[in-house]
């Protein structure tokens, strides 16, 4: 097992410096830099600034030397919060938006889980046909249309629950886990629907009911097992999911995250935090993936052997 | 103990209504084995699953019948009612102990589960008495392997594992579908003694369905032979063996392979020698020796028939001949050229000369292709035929394998089994090989239609002078083809000789083992 770890996070090495390097080049590209502005700065300042910031080395040399700062973990400074650097803005913003992704997996695993499963039991029926209609709306829906929704309905509207912030007002967090994870809800209702239905139709699920066990223990013993295996190893890729679409629930809701820092990083070119703020999900990622991967093996008896033995 | 009468059971579909199960009535008697024959499609299966309510409904509909169990009909318990009799009352064996085994429960937990359930006893209870009972269906040191997966058990061990788990509430009635089918001969010889002496010591009921009479003509007391939903054939076994009335059932008597192959072999020079092979497969940092060092050859003309358990290393040998497997050393000489030697190029002419069939016809056939691109792509791959005239020789290979020619455009879904098996056989003939390696052609088939299939390729392999190679398990199968055989076990080679011979005066206990395995000894001892 530990060298199937070891062989995959050497594979990430070369993803993440090809990562790093199309992101350096390409905030490079745009126009304009993280000291021009509207307002007319003295040259001598500006060039001063960008003497301090070591944007007046060639592109390479500013490249090389942030990868020799990377290998020692220092994203560097922000050019646009003087004083600080990006290592401390990211542990600022991110366990917000660690927080927010959680309740969005949880809000996800839990409506998608159960609708999947209650829509395999009774597959071709209205049983099945509405979560899944349900489902294939949540798919269509893109964040920025469902959020401005929800806070209509059951912000303004029925006054029922706060529109912004987060953490401030008692249940201001539950719009924005909503938003974000009802798309992922809509997929593991899907990959669920489709494992449950596959392992219901095995023959071991025929010879739990020779059992004569109830049919709700057939479904909790004998069939949930395998049929959710699908939906762990979905579960990386909905992380990354997550952290991406947490950028624009952030912005809808005023919720100061990693991703309404990275938005704003990009606007202002912020280099440093566009780039260390990459680094860091591209990494996050990588790592789920690998955890998803190893919990979907661990969870088949038969590949958990051959994991062991590797 | 068991009475079923007038049972009829439909399946409603679009399609319209099939009478599945058409008024079939039959009892079993505690203490004794009534089983019941067909094929595929014959409606056994679903009338026995029936009896526990586990036809879905819909599509199934239980149109008309009784089935008393102890006082109380069957088809009038309420689901709960039922539940209560499934598994602890009358449990079931089934057919494919790979899948019918919970892959993600250990062994122990699955087997306990009735139990539990059924009696609410303890888990230390249950696991004592699940040790006792692994024990007596012959595993080995369960108190070690009582905790291991299912795949952690070879075939025949999962069935033990599935009749002990039938077996723990100590049912008065087991229903056993086809369980024996899946597995080896060895193997199903000592299952199906397990289930005799289970049963005796029990003094159970079995209800044994299977699609082979020569399976149960060594332990049923009662034979019910069923053909599309109906009831043919009732009788004592000894009645069906010795004066079955109906022309079903004498032509199922029939299809049992018994005797040998009555052509005297005329010696000819060989048309392939296999020297020292060696197939091995690398797994983790050893290597599993499929094939070890196996030598033999085969004559022109000859059907050598390569016999073995699954793991002998046959179907490789197979495999490894038309280098459909990449071999470890060993040398394969066809025609006087060594195959193993051969470059791509000259290995895609050599290939038409060298066919195989394969075991399943379900998966060895595109499902895209219809049968005429099937048998039109060999022909045109190695340049026999052009565009305009492949429709003649599709249709003279479809005559030849006994295929209706209307079925040109048709799509192998379209096909039954034998079908199938006829599909792929023409396929493997379409380049008039001189040599065919032929991989269980027979065993995905009912026994009838295994008859059909045997009669065709013994007919083909005379029209077309062809050598054979035929792989199989089943040595009945292989006594009614073969010229000589080959007996495999782990990868080498234990006895080769003429099949008389073999048959009559085998030397290595090994041998002795797989013939006395083969069922329907009462049969043989009838016929001599």
Known sequence: MWRFVGYRLLQAIPVLLVVITVTFFLVRAAPGGPFSSEKAVIPEVKAALEAQYGLNLTLFQQYTSYLGDLTKGDLGPSFKYPGRSVNELIAAGFPVTAELGFYALLVALSIGGVAGIIASLRPNTAQDYIPMSAAMIGICMPSFLLGPILILVFGIYLEWLPVSGWGDIPGDKILPAVTLGSTYAAYVARLSRAGMLEVMSQDYIRTARAKGLPEWQVVTRHALRGGLIPVVAFLGPAFAGLLSGSFVVETIFQIPGLGRFYVQAAFNRDYTMILGATVFLATLIVVFNLLSDILAAWMNPRLRAQFAEQ | MLTAENLGISFVTRMGTNKAVDGISFTVEAGKITAIIGESGSGKSVACYSLLGLIPQPPGRIDSGRALFQGQDLLQLTEAQLRETRGRDIAMVFQDPMTCLNPYMTVGNQLMEPLRYHKKVSKAQARERALELLEEVGIRDPASTIDNYPHQFSGGMRQRVMIAMALINEPKLLIADEPTTALDVTIQAQILELLAALQ??????????????????????????????????????????????????????????????????????????????????????????????????????????????????????????????????????????????????????????????????????????????????????????????????????????????????KYPHEFSGGQRQRIAIGRALATRPEFVVADEPVSALDVTIQAQILDLMRELGKEYSLTTLFISHDLAVVRKLADRIVVLQKGKIVEQAGTSELFEHPRQPYTRQLLQSIPGRVLRANAT
């Open chain 2, 200 to 409: 005796k010591k029990r003094n159970i009921g079995i209800l044994f369905i299977s699609h082979d009479l020569a399976v149960v003509a060594d332990i049923a007391d009662t034979i019910v032979v069923m053909q599309e939903g109906k009831i043919i054939e009732t009788g004592n076994r000894d009645d069906i063996f010795r004066h079955a009335q109906q022309p079903y059932t004498q032509k199922l008597l029939q299809a049992i392979p018994t005797g040998g192959k009555s052509e005297v072999l005329q010696k000819s020079e060989p048309l392939l020698s296999i020297r020292n092979l060696s197939t091995w497969f690398r797994q983790g940092k050893t290597h599993v020796k499929a094939v070890d060092d196996v030598s033999f050859e085969i004559r022109r003309g000859e059907v050598l028939g390569l016999v073995g358990e699954s793991g002998s290393g046959k179907s490789t040998i197979g495999r490894s001949i038309l280098r459909l497997v990449p071999i470890t050393s060993g040398e394969v000489i066809f025609d006087g050229t060594d195959i193993t030697a051969l470059a791509a190029r000259e290995l895609k002419n050599m290939r038409s000369r060298l066919q195989i069939i394969f075991q399943d016809p379900f998966a060895s056939l595109n499902p895209r292709m219809t049968v005429f691109d099937t048998l039109a792509e060999p022909l045109l791959l190695h340049g026999l035929d052009n565009r305009s005239n492949v429709g003649a020789s599709v249709l003279k290979l479809m005559d030849d394998v006994g295929l209706a020619r209307s079925f040109v455009r």
